[in-house]
């Protein structure tokens, strides 16, 4: 019995890491394509998929062994999502971003509605399919707008606002299938346990459930609150970023198990983990750490969810689901354009995230499948969906792309007339209004060195950032007023947040050469320009740092023997001359 569980585990593995392979190589070979082609790598991804899945090539069987790296990718995408986040960053506007994030998809729902019965489908099965259409994908907007850097500015606030409402609202829309199952006449399956109480008990039932379940959402961020940033602290009593790294996705798995406990999803609960340590001075290390990881398992999940298009379906369907597309995109792209313009947005900001949010996302394949099953919709309508969905996907960055270039264009037009121009929500792109720091300087280490520099820096009123790894340190100078950030310089995440972007010298005062050079040659790659300064302790690194991309090397051997070379000369110059001035009082005396 032992032996035979074994093998069949062992067969199990061996299928997924074929399947791994697979879909990783295929992965690599399209996105190497398409970047030379100057095409997005999402894209990629997402058409590997449906090339070398189930339904085309079969060279990946089936997507059931690949579940857990889905949940894994999405978790990780989410809790970085959230450590990109603060509280201060929201408070702006935040009522009227609520009320963008629901108005938009209200007014989906119900414009779509009767567009899908035009399709020919019955009023509950369009109702079901506008639902689902009106969702956007959070995983390749946010990772799109994380791409562009652009989630900290006033679209991607906006954005992510919409998707966090959407993801919650699916709720509610799954809890209505029921009802449109009803509707549609289906009968025979009885409800499962979750869909049941708003049948038996009605909406007073329903509403006890969902404030229940935010409660628990209410009491998962006030422990979160008061316990993640202590022990993220004594991760590091032993100055392991390895240990800390653990810990926050640790917590980040933890919080997606409870929220899936009290019926919301895994997904939520990392984003809602990440925003709680956004609030700490670890984010940065943190988002750049698990970026990696999270690169590997997105280039996954997104060419899993490419497996999800049936080619032989949009061959035999292309004139619908090209239809399906067009209108998808045009009809999501200018209500929710017009929401966000009707809640304060500025026209700019309006019509870059309509564009953004114009396509369908992975809860309208939850969405789709749950209605599937209960019957409301068909398996026709139900590959058709998929495809619509997949597609729309695949075209979504060049919406992001057209969405940025329309903006320009329609930033003549003004706010509502309803809002007043200090409640706007973002005028032009941040990006193009924020005041760059000129003479800017990044500080890596504020040990004796670096807190010499930054002392004659702030003497000659010169802006600047030190990165520091002592979270001690970081406690300490934070409560002076010092601009600090926590993490490792090597890092480029640390290096973004810290403001390479727009400095114009890096200053590497660290002892450690190995991170220096990281920091060197990932500083070099962002900013072609830039001056870096820094440090070795022996002089055969220094060739290696200059190699690398830094403009100055400064050697500690060297620096010491000329310091003390300095000193002797000076001090023989001292005594050589009061020696000539004693012989010279001598002959005046002899005189």
């Known amino acids: 019995m032992v032996a035979s569980t074994l093998a069949a585990t062992t067969v199990t593995e061996s299928a997924v890491i074929a399947d791994l392979l697979v879909i990783l190589a295929s992965a690599a070979i399209i996105a190497i394509v398409m970047q030379r082609m100057r095409l997005a790598v999402i894209p990629a991804y997402l058409i590997t998929g449906a090339v070398i899945g189930p339904d085309a090539l079969g060279l990946v069987p089936t997507r059931e062994e690949l579940r857990v790296i889905l949940h894994l990718a999405i978790i990780l995408l989410l809790f970085g999502v959230g450590l990109e986040l603060h509280v201060a960053m929201l408070k702006p506007g935040l009522s009227r971003m609520v009320a963008a994030g629901l108005g938009s998809c209200g007014v989906s729902v119900l414009v779509g509605w009767p567009v899908a019965m035009r399709f020919g489908l019955s009023a509950p099965a369009a109702l079901a399919i506008s639902m689902g259409l009106s969702l956007s994908s959070t995983a390749v907007v946010l990772r799109i707008l994380t791409d562009r850097r652009e989630l900290q500015q006033a679209n991607g606030r906006l954005a992510l606002s919409i998707l966090v409402i959407q993801d919650l609202i699916v709720l509610g829309m799954l809890a209505s299938l029921p009802a449109l199952a009803t509707w549609s006449g289906v009968t025979g399956d009885a409800p499962s346990v979750e869909t049941r109480g708003p049948a038996a008990h009605g909406w007073l039932w329903f509403l006890a459930v969902a404030a229940a379940r935010v409660g628990g ?106 239809a399906g597309v067009a209108v998808l995109a045009v009809l999501k792209g200018v209500l929710i354009s017009a929401t966000c313009w009707a809640s304060g947005a500025a026209p700019a900001i309006a019509v870059a995230v309509g564009l953004s949010l114009a396509q369908a996302g992975e809860f309208s394949l939850i969405l789709l499948g749950a209605a599937h099953e209960r019957r409301i919709i068909t398996d026709e309508i139900l590959a058709v969906g998929i495809a619509i969905v997949v597609i729309s996907l695949i075209l979504t960055p060049g919406m992001v792309n057209l969405g940025s270039r329309l903006g320009q264009a329609v930033s003549g037009i003004g706010l509502a007339p309803w809002i007043a121009s200090s409640l706007a929500l973002g005028g032009r792109r941040e990006s193009e209004t924020a005041p760059k720091h000129s003479n800017h300087v990044v500080v890596a280490g504020y040990g004796p060195i670096g807190r010499r520099i930054a002392e004659k820096l702030d003497e000659a009123g010169i802006p600047f950032t030190i990165v520091e790894l002592n979270p001690a340190t970081v406690r ?29 010298a890096l200053i590497l005062t660290i002892p450690d050469e190995e991170a220096a050079l990281r920091a060197c040659a990932a500083a070099r790659r962002r900013v072609p320009g830039l001056f870096i300064a820094t440090r070795t302790r022996v002089v055969s690194k220094q060739a290696g740092l200059m190699e690398t991309g830094a403009d100055h090397v400064t050697v500690d051997e060297m620096a010491a023997a000329e310091a003390m070379l300095h000193a002797v000369v000076a001090r023989i110059d001292a005594t050589a001359e009061k020696r000539w001035e004693e012989s010279s009082q001598d002959r005046q005396d002899d005189a």
Do not use: C, K, Y
Not at 288 to 307: E, H, K, N, S, Y
Not at 485 to 495: P, R
């Open 476 to 504: 300490e100078q934070t409560h002076h007023g010092r601009p600090i950030i926590f993490g490792d310089i090597g890092n480029i995440q640390v290096l973004e947040s810290a403001g390479i972007g727009h400095a114009d």
């Open 217 to 322: 959402v209410a009491m998962l961020l006030i422990l979160g609150r008061l316990v993640l940033p202590r022990l993220l602290r004594e991760s590091l009593r032993g100055r392991s970023l390895e240990v800390l790294m653990t810990v926050g996705v640790a917590a980040a798995l933890a919080a997606a198990v409870v929220t899936q406990a009290i019926g919301f999803s895994l997904e939520m609960g990392a984003f809602l983990a990440g925003f709680v340590l956004a609030g700490t001075p670890f984010r940065h290390q943190l988002s750049g750490q698990i970026g990696p990881l999270r690169d590997l398992f997105i280039a996954v999940f997104f060419a899993t969810l490419g497996m999800e298009l049936n080619l032989g379906t949009v061959m035999e369907w292309w004139l619908v689901v090209i």
